[in-house]
Every structure is written in C-alpha cells, then in structure tokens.
C-alpha cells in the first residue's frame, strides 16, 4: 500500500489530495488510478508531472512498499 498525495491542479481535478493505493510499483499505480479516473491518469502522464517517491524524485519506474509515500507534483511556474 503506498500512500498518495496529488498538489496544485492535480488534486483539485481529482477531488482528493491524499489517499493509499495498493500497488507493487509506479506502472501498477499509475494503472490503479487510471482505472478509478482516466481523465486524471492523462493529467499525471502529462509534460511537466513529476513524481516524487519517498521525497525524491523518480523518473521511469520504482518499487513501492508499504508506507511508501508517492507525490505527484504538477509543472512549476514562476516569474
């Protein structure tokens, strides 16, 4: 089970900013999400999306286990 957080537009296009998810591995997690929400899982898998596990940023894939802690942060903007 990892737990979820979504930021910024991400959690508001999901309704929720934090949840636990079952899945062994990012692949698993993002295919869990798509399941419950297709429109969010293209808004995670868009440009710009970072993934963050266990406050570190991944890019590809990772293991999860329990108490794994997953965020998705949305692209940064700024002036």
Do not use: Y
Request: charged share 20%; aromatic share 4%.
């Amino acid at each position: 089970m990892a737990r979820v957080l979504l930021f910024g537009r991400l959690a508001d296009q999901a309704g929720w900013r934090d949840r636990v998810i079952a899945a062994s591995d990012l692949s698993g997690l993002r295919d869990a999400l798509a399941a419950a929400d297709p429109d969010l899982a293209e808004a995670l898998a868009a440009p710009g999306v970072q993934v963050a596990v266990d406050k570190a940023i991944v890019r590809g894939e990772a293991a999860l286990t329990a108490g794994t802690e997953v965020a998705f942060l949305p692209p940064m903007s700024g002036g």
